[in-house]
Each structure stands twice: as structure tokens, then as C-alpha cells.
């Protein structure tokens, strides 16, 4: 099993910031990548950003420019940067994971989720 820890969620005025992390522990052979996913009240959980292991990121197109996506391979953490943040930024944010396990079994893995609120 793996545990996905995320945190850095909370209350910012538009156009302030927040970084968001998500720290991954337990069986883990190797990451292939990690992922952002945010899901708004009565909306469907949609993809913000991911990055490789090898440090290659992508990003929404919303999000492109605002956001930075980062990883730190030695401690299997992942951060989110998040400048300029606007009301439509409000979302639960979700860490996702996919790795392989010491089997070598290709799995998907998916955290808690932050809450982010951005006020106007």
C-alpha cells in the first residue's frame, strides 16, 4: 500500500498564492508520475498539472503560466506552486500517484485532497 499526504490547502485573497505538496510513503519501487487533479462544487474532478519522474512537466491550459508543478525524487514529493489565483481556482485539489510497487505491478494511487479557496 501507499499513503499520499497532502497539504498546504487553505483560505488566500484572489491574486495571492499557495504551495500545495503531496508526500508518497509505502511501497514504492519507482514513480512514474505524479499528478494535481482539482474538483470544484458540483463540477467532475479534472487534471491541473503532472510532471515525471525525469522532471517533465505539463500543465492545463488555465493553469499555464500560474502554476508550477515540481518534484522531489528523494523524498517521492510533489509540490504545486500556485501564483495569481483566482476565484476559479477554488477546488478540492487531488494528489495522484502512479508507480510501480516492489512486484513491479504498475499502480494508481490517489490522496485525500486539500481544500483551496480563493476569495474575491
Known amino acids: 500500500q501507499v499513503q499520499l499526504v497532502e497539504s498546504g490547502g487553505g483560505l488566500v485573497q484572489a491574486g495571492g498564492s499557495l504551495r500545495l505538496s503531496c508526500a508518497a510513503s509505502g511501497d514504492i519501487f519507482s514513480i512514474r508520475t505524479m499528478a494535481w487533479y482539482r474538483q470544484a462544487p458540483g463540477k467532475q474532478r479534472d487534471w491541473v498539472a503532472s510532471?515525471?519522474?525525469?522532471?517533465?512537466?505539463m500543465y492545463e491550459e488555465f493553469v499555464k503560466g500560474r502554476f508550477t508543478i515540481s518534484i522531489d525524487n528523494a523524498k517521492n514529493t510533489m509540490f504545486l506552486q500556485m501564483n495569481t489565483l483566482e476565484p476559479e481556482d477554488t477546488a478540492v485539489y487531488y494528489c495522484?500517484?502512479?508507480?510501480?510497487?516492489?512486484?513491479?505491478?504498475?499502480?494508481?494511487?490517489w490522496g485525500q485532497g486539500t481544500q483551496v479557496t480563493v476569495s474575491s
Open positions: 510532471i515525471t519522474s525525469g522532471g517533465i512537466p
Open positions: 495522484n500517484v502512479n508507480l510501480y510497487n516492489r512486484y513491479m505491478t504498475q499502480m494508481d494511487y
